[in-house]
């Protein structure tokens, strides 16, 4: 809102600004009544639509699948015939005719022959009887083209089943037509063998009739398309056989219609909600489409979306002319009610105006009634009183605050001082590398790491994560690892090592506090890797050679909780170039706005990726993941990693 309307509102008296809040809140109330109406409607024209639209394409694909599966039957019965019976030259012939004659719905048929298949001296042989207007004609396709170079012979040939072939016109271009092939067989010598093909060829004259029939309302109409998504009928004549329904939706720049394309020539059924343009009127349609399973075909159909909308638009027309009449009325009512209400405040608000702008010394006048104005009046008086009180609380308030935000930033300070942050913390060692990091999920949190060199040959690191957030949390994980470092030896085991702090943090703890702890011990000579677990996520080994897995071996008790625990050491081996990645709750937990968390597989998947890197590398790459996975979503628990690996001897 423009500075100048807004100052404008704001000069307004409340029977203004009464007459604008009822009248747009009404506003509000009547557009999301009928926008709710508009919806209802349309979900419920819509689903009458797809009721309707599967009605009637269930119905259309019946009566085609009938026509195609009929021609189906007949070149199917004189396969088996051909490939179970003798028959001559005279029974061939009349077999053929007969297809003809006795089928309204075939146009041509032919039985085509391997070579010398059936005459050995006759490398072609495929007799073809076919109407021609006043009955039927004869001939031999191999006088007029080497039939066993075109599509109704290759391709059944190669597949060793019947097919339908793309949609042609016939002789003279005047008949559009499509063939139906089926192999037969012999045995011959032991052996299966192609003996020939068995073609008829139907005119698609009646089944662009049963597409044609179909009329949605004044614009509606449907398609056919060939598995390679050519027109075989469309309203527009110039499409058929000419056209692609890619073709046209290119030259329409229309991706809808293409990717509905790609769905059709897939033999695929659905329903388009996002609307598609009408080829032939140009206007948005919801389209239907379903396949033709006798040949690969798709049948698709289109609803006019203006026509089907009409009744429901002009309902909303009207609708809406009365709510804005009935608008118009209510703020001519607010009007009178608001300056009846309005008058008795003027006072007060001159009054407000002047407690608002600092002056706490001006004097309310005694109001007798008990009504509101008397009740503003009392309240005006005491808000005075109560704001000077309240001025100085936050005052005071204030300086609390600071001081606390002040403490808390040199309590992170001094957690942060007191975990490992040079890295690489062993420049002159090239037998291992070693990096870490964390990220409190507030000022200071309960994570922590650490590593040390007990002697030249022995490594201990450790990851913890304390219970709870905070300071009471950040001073158990200072106090843990303290304990730690002070009890580390290069004899001890890591099971005895864990036991002690246990019985130290167990002891003396009326809080209840625990801690999850993995410390182990790297013999950094012979790569002995010595570990305990005490309730903490299961680190990841990366080997060498790129393999990723977990560790095995279930964790222990938590540390800190019960006094007298036993932990176990556990031993593993590293090779050159193997390494450790530790990691805190707070990575594998970490939320997205979602509530999806980052889970142990992700974490997995990710080590994986980046196992080439160096140890920086791998914890960058982690956390660059986390934070591409969380996005904007607020960080609710620490998040502390750590990555060792041992190079070993390497001469």
């Not at 807004?6 to 604008?20: E, P, S, T």
């Not at 299966?192 to 949605?216: M, N």
């Not at 600092?358 to 008990?370: A, F, N, Y």
């Amino acid at each position: 809102m423009p500075s100048r309307v807004r100052n404008m509102f704001r000069n307004k008296g409340i029977a203004f600004k009464l007459v604008i809040f009822f009248t747009l809140s009404s506003a509000a109330i009547f557009a999301a009544i009928f926008s709710y109406n508009y919806i209802v409607s349309r979900g419920m024209i819509q689903k009458g639509i797809e009721e309707n639209s599967a009605n009637l394409i269930t119905t259309t694909t019946s009566r085609i699948e009938v026509l195609l599966t009929s021609t189906q039957k007949v070149p199917q019965s004189v396969a088996y015939l051909l490939e179970n019976t003798s028959y001559d030259e005279a029974e061939l012939f009349k077999a053929i005719y007969a297809i003809v004659d006795k089928n309204p719905e075939i146009y041509g048929a032919a039985v085509a022959f391997e070579p010398y298949a059936f005459d050995r001296t006759k490398k072609y042989f495929a007799p073809y009887f076919y109407k021609n207007g006043q009955g039927v004609s004869f001939k031999y396709l191999d006088r007029f083209y080497d039939y066993f170079q075109w599509d109704w012979y290759q391709i059944p040939r190669e597949l060793e089943e019947p097919q339908w072939t793309e949609p042609y016109f016939g002789e003279g271009g005047g008949i559009l037509m499509s063939s139906y092939s089926v192999p037969f067989y012999r045995v011959v010598d032991g052996t299966r063998k192609l003996t020939g093909v068995v073609v008829v060829d139907i005119s698609l004259h009646e089944l662009r009739d049963i597409v044609s029939s179909i009329k949605i309302l004044n614009s509606g109409y449907g398609f056919l398309i060939s598995k390679n998504g050519t027109f075989v009928t469309h309203p527009i004549k110039e499409y058929i056989m000419n056209e692609t329904i890619f073709s046209v939706a290119e030259e329409r720049n229309d991706p809808m219609l293409r990717e509905t394309g790609r769905k059709m020539i897939r033999g695929e059924t659905g329903y388009s909600t996002n609307p598609v343009k009408s080829a032939v009127t140009g206007k948005s349609c919801i389209m239907t489409y379903v396949p033709i399973k006798s040949n690969g075909w798709s049948l698709g159909v289109l609803f006019p979306y203006d026509e089907l909308m009409a009744d429901i638009t002009n309902l909303n027309h009207v609708v809406l002319a009365l709510g804005i009449v009935g608008l118009a009325l209510l703020a001519l009512a607010i009007v009178f009610i608001a300056r009846s209400i309005t008058r008795p405040l003027t006072e007060m608000a001159e009054i407000a105006g002047r407690i608002g702008t600092g002056d706490l010394e001006t004097q309310v006048p005694r109001i007798r009634t008990r009504d509101e104005v008397g009740k503003l009046a009392s309240a005006l008086d005491c808000m005075k009183t109560s704001l000077k009180d309240y001025i100085q609380e936050i005052t005071d308030t204030t300086a609390s605050r600071q001081r606390m935000e002040s403490e808390l930033k040199i309590a992170r300070n001094i957690q942060m001082g007191i975990l490992p942050k040079v890295f690489p913390p062993f420049p002159d060692r090239k037998d291992f590398d070693i990096h870490a990091l964390t990220v409190p999920a507030r000022e200071v949190g309960g994570d922590f790491y650490d590593f040390f060199l007990i002697d030249k040959d022995h490594l201990c690191f450790v990851i913890g994560d304390a219970s709870g957030k905070g300071i009471p949390a950040a001073l158990f994980m200072a106090f843990t690892k303290t304990l730690i470092k002070a009890r580390a030896s290069a004899d001890i085991e890591t099971g005895v090592l864990m036991e002690q702090v246990n019985d130290e943090l167990s002891e003396g703890n009326p809080a209840d506090m625990f801690i999850t702890i993995f410390c182990a011990i790297l013999n950094t000579v012979t790569g002995e890797f010595r570990y305990t677990n005490g309730g903490h996520n299961p680190p990841v080994i990366i080997r060498a050679g790129g393999d990723v897995s977990y560790l095995d071996g279930p964790g222990e008790l938590v540390v800190g909780i019960m006094e007298g625990s036993r932990y176990t050491t556990r031993t593993l081996v590293l090779d050159p170039g193997d390494g450790v990645f530790l990691y805190t709750d707070g990575v594998t937990e970490a939320m997205n706005e979602a509530d999806e968390i980052f889970s142990t597989d992700r974490l997995k998947d990710v080590l994986l990726s980046c196992a080439g890197r160096d140890v920086s590398g791998i914890t960058a790459c982690v956390g660059e993941s986390i934070n591409d996975f969380c996005k904007d979503a607020p960080q609710y628990d620490d998040i502390t990693m750590m990555a060792l690996r041992y190079e070993g001897d390497r001469k």
